[in-house]
Nanobody, 125 residues
Framework: QVQLVESGGGLVQAGGSLRLSCTAS????????MGWFRQAPGKDRDFVAA????????FYADSVKGRFTISKDNAKNTMYLQMNSLKPEDTAVYYC??????????????????WGQGTQVTVSS
């Protein structure tokens, strides 16, 4: 059974940092593009960042550009999201997602085939 499990969420003050991890099991995602999305209460699930299967290309939402960094360790079947200079508006449930092998990087929810259960990030002012 394929599973994506997020970890690293929590409560942090504005200006602080968190590092999210997404660990895959049940299959390898070393040849898959992956991404992060987030959903705040009462809002849609929005794109945050995405990375190509080999880590050579990355894409970010304008709202997080320059503050968040996505990375991927294929040997560990794990993806990361380093979040710095956090703001209260970053508060959301963060989801990791993966596409099937060798697809292009996607920035839409419909691009992704596998999803994690989410991890809560709360930024206090």
């Amino acid at each position: 059974q394929v599973q994506l499990v997020e970890s690293g969420g929590g409560l942090v003050q504005a200006g602080g940092s968190l590092r999210l991890s997404c660990t895959a099991s049940g299959r390898t995602f070393s040849r898959s593009p992956m991404g992060w999305f987030r959903q705040a209460p009462g809002k849609d699930r929005d794109f945050v960042a995405a990375i190509s299967w080999n880590g050579g290309s990355t894409f970010y939402a304008d709202s997080v550009k320059g503050r968040f960094t996505i990375s991927k360790d294929n040997a560990k079947n794990t993806m990361y999201l380093q979040m710095n200079s956090l703001k209260p508006e970053d508060t959301a449930v963060y989801y990791c997602a993966a596409r099937r092998e060798y697809r292009n990087v996607g920035t839409r929810r419909v691009d992704y085939d596998y999803w994690g259960q989410g991890t809560q990030v709360t930024v206090s002012s």
